[in-house]
């Protein structure tokens, strides 16, 4: 089906048709689709019980997400090696009770409910429980993992998944530095902006005007934080022209929705030397920090490349202290006083948040 929707069978089946297969008109249904699924489940399913049933030591991996209904589901994985070869198979999305340590604990148990593994093997094989860093998940005392060791084995070791840390530690860390505030807020409001017909029209014409590429403010935060961020700010340095120019001519015509006022108040910040200069380093780090996002997301990662991986990132942000990046280095080729040929204004205040 290549993650297409049930009810897409049919006419993939008259497709298959036109290419000259014949198959005939018995099952040519979505019932029928949905036996072929079952089917194909069932023996996928085997499978990975073959590969348990050699695996001496197993890790479960598991996330929560929620559907459109707003049900809360709990995502399985199990990650295990067989004679030195890692495998990572996916076991179940398993719909909670509730979204607490009991709820996502039993939705895990029913995923690695196999029925050719006996329960008792299942559960000596168990010895990690990886997850994100949500309290819900690492809590000593009412934790999944707490119950975990409390019903399973004592010895079970809680793994955080490092790429949310490496968000965590980013979120955290932006906490002591106030210009974050003020490019995170200037992103925000260029990509709500933007999303208004009549602004992405006019902004469709600067990039035309400057020669520009088009390159769209897009939305900061997100699912995958460090690589949107990111990208959305890598939009707003390479379109800074364009902007500028379209915002410009808003601030100049009167208009009763109040987006003179907010168009005014959008370039004040793109042509504040402090936001623009943070904005630069910012994007230097957020680089080095999606580069490390990247690896640790890989699915055979080992721990050998992770610290190696750690090592190099850190070396690089702490360069940062007294060498330019790439992108701060493109504000310094001018007098720093300037940037894209817009003034830049005020007191740079950024030299100190990288501490």
Not at 144 to 170: N, T, W, Y
Request: aromatic share 6%.
């Amino acid at each position: 089906m290549h993650c297409r929707p049930v009810s897409d069978f049919k006419w993939m089946c008259e497709m298959d048709e036109k290419k000259g297969l014949d198959l005939g008109s018995t099952y040519r249904n979505e019932k029928s689709c949905k036996e072929f699924l079952v089917a194909i489940a069932e023996i996928t399913r085997l499978a990975i019980e073959d590969k348990v049933k050699s695996a001496k030591f197993i890790t479960i991996m598991s996330d929560g997400s929620t559907d459109v209904s707003a049900t809360e589901q709990e995502i399985i994985y199990l990650h295990f090696a067989v004679d030195g070869k890692t495998h990572c198979n996916f076991l179940g999305l398993v719909q909670c009770d509730k979204p607490d340590a009991n709820g996502i604990y039993d939705a895990i148990m029913q995923a690695v409910k196999l029925p050719g593994i006996p329960k008792e093997e299942m559960m000596k094989k168990i010895v990690g429980f990886a997850g994100d860093g949500a309290a819900v998940n690492t809590g000593k005392k009412a934790g999944v993992i707490a119950l975990m060791r409390e019903r399973i084995s004592g010895d079970i070791l809680m793994v955080q998944c490092m790429a949310h840390r490496v968000e965590l530690a980013f979120k955290e860390a932006m906490k002591q530095a106030s210009l974050f505030i003020k490019v995170y807020v200037l992103l925000d409001a260029l990509y709500k902006l933007y999303r208004i017909p009549k602004q992405a029209a006019g902004l469709k014409a600067a990039f035309s005007t400057t020669n520009i590429s088009k390159i769209w403010p897009v939305r900061v935060g997100g699912t995958r934080w460090v690589s949107h961020t990111h990208t959305a700010l890598q939009n707003m340095l390479r379109g800074y022209r364009a902007i500028v120019l379209h915002l410009s001519q808003v601030a100049t015509t009167r208009t009763a929705s109040g987006m003179q006022a907010k168009a005014k108040g959008l370039l004040k910040t793109l042509r504040s030397k402090d936001a623009m200069t943070f904005a630069h380093l910012l994007s230097d780090i957020l680089a080095v920090l999606s580069k490390l996002s990247k690896t640790l997301q890989q699915r055979e990662v080992c721990t050998y490349h992770v610290h190696e991986a750690l090592k190099a990132t850190m070396t690089s942000i702490n360069k940062f202290k007294d060498r330019a990046g790439p992108e701060q280095r493109k504000l310094q080729q001018g007098d720093c006083n300037s940037f894209e040929g817009q003034t830049l204004t005020g007191v740079d205040h950024s030299s100190g948040q990288i501490e």
